[in-house]
């Protein structure tokens, strides 16, 4: 489980294929400033919201293996040498939960259709999958590129948020642009409920 609250933004250092055929997978080696010294080998990371596993490290990087699903359902079939991604470690019991629970499985890819300054904020509007908009709601959270926020308004099969100068600078939010893809994962309270209710 993560909360949202991003701690590293880290940088794809090398990449090489695994597998063979429709089911090669890829191998990613990040750059990141976390104490790999703390880093156990099978330790989850969320990597911009998607759930990996920890398969070797060094002193300044970690590698993770990702399977051709997880390559064709997030933005990470995208990524090459230098991508930057939003990092955060599982979270331990007693952490502050600073954004809201957060399990790192991507729901969907959104698309960034239009951002404009908003006094010192940065106001975003991104399209979303129509199978998920009727779990986001205004003033509910959700997560972007692993990042927890809150949805200002719904409109169709768009939403907005506002992004304050911290999250600008502390994620790769600020250097996203018009078109640019994102992981969603929705609030999972809100799953739950449409579960309940027989939406789902």
Same mark, same amino acid.
């Given at each position: 489980m993560f909360t949202g609250i991003i701690t590293d933004?880290?940088?794809?250092?090398?990449?090489?294929?695994?597998? %063979?055929? @429709? +089911?090669?997978?890829?191998?990613?080696?990040?750059?990141? &400033?976390? @104490?790999? $010294?703390?880093? @156990?080998?099978g330790a989850s990371i969320s990597c911009s919201g998607a759930c990996m596993t920890v398969v070797e490290k060094s002193e300044h990087t970690f590698t993770i293996e990702v399977s051709a699903e997880s390559l064709s359902k997030t933005t990470l079939g995208a990524w090459v040498q230098d991508t930057q991604m939003n990092l955060e470690r599982a979270m331990c019991l007693g952490d502050e939960l600073g954004g809201h629970m957060v399990s790192g499985h991507v729901d969907g890819v959104g698309i960034l259709v239009g951002s404009a300054p908003d006094g010192d904020s940065l106001r975003m509007t991104f399209s979303a999958p129509t199978s998920l908009m009727k779990f986001i709601a205004p003033k509910g959270s959700i997560t972007i590129d692993g990042v927890s926020l809150? &949805? $200002?308004e &719904? $409109?169709?099969?768009?939403? +907005?948020? $506002? &992004?304050?100068?911290?999250?600008?600078? %502390?994620?790769? *939010? +600020?250097?996203?642009? @018009?078109? +640019?893809?994102?992981? *969603?994962?929705?609030d999972m309270l809100a799953r739950y409920v449409a579960r309940l209710m027989g939406q789902e």
């Open positions: 933004i880290g940088r794809l250092h090398s990449t090489q294929a695994t597998g %063979a055929g @429709d +089911g090669e997978g890829r191998r990613f080696e990040i750059l990141s &400033v976390f @104490d790999m $010294n703390s880093v @156990d080998i809150t &949805v $200002n &719904v $409109n169709g099969t768009e939403f +907005g948020i $506002n &992004v304050i100068p911290h999250t600008q600078t %502390a994620t790769t *939010l +600020g250097a996203l642009r @018009d078109g +640019g893809k994102v992981n *969603l994962e929705i």
